[in-house]
């Protein structure tokens, strides 16, 4: 359950008719509201260990995708795509949205960091086939427009990638269930001693090996919450002060973020999720300086930032860090800013807009597209 998946589970409480389809469909880790709906898969999904391999079938994505047919009867079609899923074959006539998450990083402009935590055979095999895909993903993003963008970074990346713009509407943090731990009406501070945290995939572009690296040259503690096909270097490399926690529920990652000292972003996100999550418990967040944590941050009032992705900055930033001067309540009041609530209304807003100006749909609307999960 990751930003596209949590997307995914709130506009399913919009529409409670809606059918998905989807590439790739692993039950393990879904909620029941994703895993409780009709979901269709394409052909891809058949293939034995399909979860831990899907990259090496990357040039078949596009046949997978157009071979998503949803039926003739429906009136509103929802891609949520950062990879394929705009490319689905889609009934003429009805009108259809792309929320898009990013477009495929990996053909555009991240292309460096993925081949840098990529195996070889991958590395080749995408660099084989990057020209042809990306002729395919912008002929499928022209025809999947309009476009809603998670964040101004993104729709900058869109505008560079398609040529075309792109609104933005920013995604859902649960806000009601991340909440600052029970304090009878205090505002709790965190603990400067208290373990940071690190909540991430743990793959090359993440990042994550500089927070380990800094966490060993300051001694500072340290929790790393995911996991990922960069977990066993990452161990290699992490001091007697890092422990990794591997996949957490959500009651533990709360309970993990109401009891940290503070939240270390380290990435350049779309958008990201994780740090307004920590805010939302009331925790300041240190992240690097760059794409989306530049729109859900204020720099002094809910966090600082570091830049560029080095150790060395890392580590200068941090030194100077103090958890205990951001007010947990200003905090909270920034994250609410980007709550499920806000959300639901704004795209129910734009929706209802979009409709007015192409057709009325006959019903509730029938089906949504999603990449993975």
Not at 79 to 102: E, F, K, N
Not at 140 to 150: E, F, G, K, L, T
Not at 280 to 290: E, H, K, N, Q, S
Request: include cysteine; charged fraction near 25%.
């Amino acid at each position: 359950m990751r930003g596209g998946e949590r997307v995914l589970e709130t506009l399913l409480e919009l529409f409670p008719s809606a059918e998905i389809y989807t590439l790739f469909y692993d039950p393990r880790g879904l909620d029941e509201s994703i895993n409780g709906r009709v979901i269709h898969t394409s052909a891809l999904n058949r293939l034995p260990a399909i979860s831990r391999h899907y990259p090496l079938w990357l040039p078949f994505f596009p046949a997978a995708a157009e071979s998503l047919r949803p039926t003739a009867d429906i009136d509103l079609t929802i891609c949520i795509s950062h990879c394929a899923a705009h490319g689905a074959t889609l009934p003429a006539g009805a009108p259809r949205l792309t929320y898009c998450l990013s477009p495929m990083r990996y053909l555009y402009d991240m292309r460096g960091a993925y081949a840098q935590g990529g195996a070889a055979l991958q590395t080749r095999l995408l660099e084989g086939v990057a020209p042809g895909l990306r002729r395919w993903d912008r002929a499928a993003a022209r025809r999947a427009q309009p476009y809603w963008a998670i964040s101004g970074f993104v729709a900058r990346r869109i505008e560079q990638a398609y040529g075309f713009g792109a609104e933005v509407l920013h995604p859902p943090v649960n806000t009601d269930f991340f909440s600052p731990p029970p304090s009878h009406g205090r505002a709790v501070r965190p603990d400067p001693s208290a373990p940071y945290l690190v909540v991430s995939a743990l793959t090359a572009y993440k990042r994550v090996d500089l927070v380990i690296e800094a966490a060993r040259v300051l001694k500072r503690r340290l929790w790393i919450v995911g996991e990922g096909p960069m977990e066993g270097r990452l161990r290699r490399q992490a001091g007697p002060t890092v422990h990794f926690l591997g996949r957490v529920s959500d009651e533990e990652l709360r309970d993990l973020y109401r009891a940290a000292a503070g939240l270390i972003f380290p990435t350049e996100e779309d958008f990201g999720i994780v740090p307004l999550e920590a805010m939302a418990c009331g925790r300041p967040v240190l992240a690097l300086g760059r794409g989306g944590a530049r729109e859900t941050m204020i720099e002094g009032r809910t966090g600082a930032f570091f830049q560029p992705d080095t150790a060395e900055a890392l580590i200068e930033a941090w030194s100077a860090f103090d958890p205990t001067a951001y007010d947990p309540r200003r905090l909270r009041r920034h994250a609410e800013r980007f709550s499920k609530e806000r959300f639901l209304d704004e795209f129910a807003l734009k929706l209802r807009r979009l409709l007015e100006s192409t057709s009325t749909p006959r019903r509730a609307p029938g089906a949504s597209g999603a990449d993975g999960g």
